[in-house]
């Protein structure tokens, strides 16, 4: 364990010395791309799925490491969505900010793992027998940072959301 801790707290130290590229994109185009990998194993589950995205949603960012952010929200909903569940993907800008938000159906968290689901390593459910690392958010919110913005996660009524606005 000790290798592997030590291992993945140096991946995450590259991300803190990483220059980004300011590449201009849509992340309508990326979230639109980022659900087609994952429709077959979306349609295996029968998840409903809703896209309400306003515009093309042009930003100005690192584009493939938004894209690793928009990927593992995306995974995550799809793998941890009970069977028959639903997703629901918003995003929009207001002013010179975007937004992006995933909920989808299942459990809530404890207001303790809202705040240590960023953390490597954690995973709310150790009995998971899930091929995860527990480093997936905590990348996800290191890239989001990086770009001077923050990630979000909230308790719905339909289960849980993430989110992040850039």
Request: glycine letters at 8%; a neutral charge; hydrophobic letters at 40%.
């Amino acid at each position: 364990m000790h290798k592997i801790f030590y291992y993945y707290e140096n991946v995450l130290n590259i991300f803190c010395k990483v220059r980004l590229a300011q590449d201009d994109f849509s992340l309508t185009d990326m979230i639109s791309q980022t659900f087609e990998k994952f429709e077959t194993l979306a349609a295996e589950k029968a998840l409903r799925l809703t896209l309400d995205m306003k515009g093309n949603l042009p930003v100005t960012a690192d584009e493939a490491r938004l894209g690793q952010v928009v990927t593992n929200f995306v995974s995550n909903a799809v793998h941890y969505t009970p069977h028959g569940g639903e997703i629901r993907v918003r995003a929009y800008a207001r002013g010179r900010e975007t937004f992006f938000f995933i909920e989808n159906t299942g459990k809530h968290f404890t207001e303790e793992e809202k705040e240590k689901i960023w953390e490597t390593f954690y995973r709310t459910d150790k009995s998971r027998s899930s091929k995860g690392t527990g480093l997936g958010l905590a990348i996800a919110k290191n890239i989001v940072e990086l770009h001077g913005s923050k990630v979000f996660v909230y308790n719905t009524e339909l289960g849980v959301q993430f989110g992040f606005k850039i």
